[in-house]
């Protein structure tokens, strides 16, 4: 299983790749990007990964510590990627899992979601699925693999540990000589930190000299207004 997956990296992981709970996610192909007339630019194709997203990668690592820690039930506060994620990895546990999202949420990640197994509740305010899922963490125990209190910042830590695996297999693949440039989409950013930290590590080890300057892309939306205005703002 593992040497097909992200848990070859297991001795950079939480947990060893014997025992984890993986679909066969990372791996993904890097290809290059010509068509776009930018340069030399590469894309990490994360949509290869077994819920087409690189979520996986934090299911796995989170879920692998879920079931060694006892978890009964599998927590998320998702309206998409992160909750069809959990719950694929969830049902590959064995465990139940519940999944708090909004009424406007896409429609067919919803359906994934379900079909996976869990139980997706909907909310018209988006603040309630943390409310909700709070609930279930702090009074009936509740694993969490997503944030569930404000402000909304970073993930399950065991989970993010996963996404280091995206770190090493770009320098892996440009034969440990990173790319000037790295750009990852973001929400809460815990994907761009999980990045930063693979190559980190490495560089304290010595495999690369350099860490990539990293790039936090999202849609206009409430990081960019935030801080432009200096006020909170909800996400």
């Known amino acids: 299983m593992w040497p097909a997956s992200m848990w070859r990296w297991q001795s950079f992981l939480p947990a060893p790749a014997e025992g984890a709970v993986s679909l066969g996610e990372g791996n993904t192909p890097l290809l290059p990007a010509p068509a776009l007339g930018l340069g030399d630019v590469w894309i990490k194709d994360e949509s290869r990964n077994p819920t087409w997203s690189f979520k996986d990668r934090l299911a796995s690592s989170a879920l692998t510590m879920a079931r060694k820690f006892g978890a009964k039930v599998i927590a998320s506060s998702s309206s998409g990627n992160a909750g069809a994620a959990a719950a ?31 139980m997706v509740v909907a909310v018209e305010d988006k603040a309630d699925r943390w409310r909700l899922q709070s609930a279930g963490v702090r009074q009936l125990g509740w694993y969490p693999t997503s944030p569930f209190f404000g402000p909304v910042v970073g993930s399950n830590p ?16 440009f034969d ?12 809460y950013g815990d994907a761009l930190f999980g990045m930063w930290k693979g190559f980190e590590e490495l560089k304290a080890l010595g495999w690369i000299e350099r860490t990539p300057r990293l790039v936090a892309a999202e849609v206009s939306g409430s990081i960019a207004a935030a801080m432009a205005s200096g006020e909170p703002m909800p996400p």
Request: net charge negative.
């Open 88 to 118: 694929a990895y969830a049902a590959k546990a064995g465990l139940p899992c519940v999944v708090f999202t909004f009424l406007g949420a896409s429609p067919a990640l919803v359906a994934q979601m379900r079909a996976y197994g869990a």
């Open 158 to 173: 065991y989970g993010m540990e996963g996404y280091k695996t995206i770190a090493f297999e770009v320098a892996e693949a």
């Open 176 to 187: 440990w000589q990173p790319p000037d440039w790295c750009v990852l989409p973001v929400c």
